[in-house]
Each structure stands twice: as structure tokens, then as C-alpha cells.
């Protein structure tokens, strides 16, 4: 199996290294979905700039409390459930949707059993129809792979171009989230979360659903 070796090695200007890195997350998206973490140590020079440690250390100059746990990479909302992960009712599922003319994005956090009306939920955010973003999308805004969405993708988003919603059932309490790293849970007041998104200068509202 070959993948890192084939990636281009002739870097010369940050818009070369921009490609590079853009590809490989998007490289690394589709074999990690494939074949699992076996090879992710072999990407740690790739890591995010927000990664899981810089997203902690973040948290931690803000004075916010959180409590982490580790775990096997999860690419869906399944396989989590199947980790039977401490307070697992307070774990959110997290969405990205966009509006079908590209011009406004949303990432929606919900509890795991919630299932999301589309049409009820694009009254409520008065835009256009929604439909979920691209792989690409998630890629060139929140600079996630696929199975990675969270939140704590909007320190990517320096456009602040997301909006964050989250179910207002995570309202008074913990909500959990992963820190930029499918191996990883971590759950921290959910007024907390919101405070940070939008300090980040992204919006941040709890919605009815």
C-alpha cells in the first residue's frame, strides 16, 4: 500500500506547502476511512494547525475546564455509540450543512438520537433549502478530513464563515465534542462552547429542534 511516498515533494513557496497539505488531508480523509488509524503515525508532520493538542492547550490559557478521553478514530455516529464512551447521552452528532447556493454554512450539533428535519431546520435559520456539505467543503473551511466534524473545526474557519447551531438540549450541562481528532471525546460546558465559538468571531445560537 503506498500513500505518503506518493504524495509531491517539490515545495518551494508557502503555495506549494498549501497544496501539499490540502492534499494530503484530503489523502489522508480517504485511507484512514479505508484501512483505519494503522498508518496515522506516519502523519503526524501533516497534523492540523488546531490539532488535538493545540486545541487543549487553547482551552487550558482560556482557563476552561474539559475532561478527555481516548479512544479508536470514529467516522460515524455508529461506531461511537458502539465505544459506550462515558456520559454518552451529553456526546453531540455533528453536521455540516451548507444552503444550496453556497452562500451560508452551518454546523448543527445535536444529541446522538436526534433526527434532523432539513426543511424545518431552513425556517428556522430563514436561508435557503439546506443539503450537507461537501467532503471539499469540509475540507477547504473547517480543514477537517471526513469523520472528523466538530465544532472546534471553526479555529480553522478564519473567514468565520460557519454558523454554529446546537440543540438546545445541551443547553444547561456538558456537551461532548471531538478537539480537531476523531481519537479523541471531550466534554466541556456547553456555555463554555459557545463563549469560545463566538469570541472566535464565529456565530453561535441553541436552537429548538
Known amino acids: 500500500m503506498r500513500f505518503f511516498e506518493e504524495m509531491p515533494i517539490m515545495i518551494t513557496t508557502k503555495k506549494h506547502f498549501d497544496v ?5 488531508l484530503r489523502r489522508r480523509s480517504i485511507f484512514l476511512h479505508k484501512f483505519g488509524s494503522a498508518y496515522h503515525h506516519r502523519l503526524e508532520g501533516l497534523s492540523l494547525k488546531m490539532g488535538q493538542a493545540a486545541v487543549l492547550a487553547w482551552l487550558e490559557e482560556r482557563g476552561i475546564g474539559y475532561e478527555l478521553v481516548t479512544h479508536k478514530g470514529i467516522y460515524t455516529s ?9 456520559k454518552a447521552e451529553r456526546v453531540a452528532k455533528n453536521l455540516f450543512l451548507r444552503d ?4 451560508r454554512y452551518f454546523l448543527l450539533a445535536v444529541r446522538q438520537d436526534k433526527k434532523v428535519d432539513l426543511k424545518a431546520l431552513r425556517r428556522m435559520v430563514s436561508s435557503h433549502p439546506l443539503t450537507f456539505a461537501s467532503e471539499q467543503d469540509l475540507l477547504d473551511i473547517l480543514g477537517l478530513p471526513k469523520g472528523w466534524v466538530t465544532p472546534l473545526g471553526i479555529l480553522h474557519d478564519q473567514a468565520c464563515r460557519v454558523e454554529v447551531l446546537v440543540d438546545s ?6 456537551i461532548g465534542v471531538h478537539p480537531n481528532d476523531n481519537r479523541a471525546t471531550i466534554w466541556l460546558q456547553t456555555a463554555d462552547l459557545l463563549q469560545l465559538i463566538r469570541q472566535h468571531g464565529n456565530r453561535a445560537v441553541l436552537v429548538e429542534l
Open 20 to 24: 501539499f497539505v490540502r492534499t494530503a
Open 78 to 86: 455508529a461506531e461511537g455509540q458502539e465505544l459506550h464512551l462515558p
Open 169 to 174: 438540549f445541551f443547553a444547561d450541562g456538558e
Open 100 to 103: 444550496d447556493k453556497k452562500q
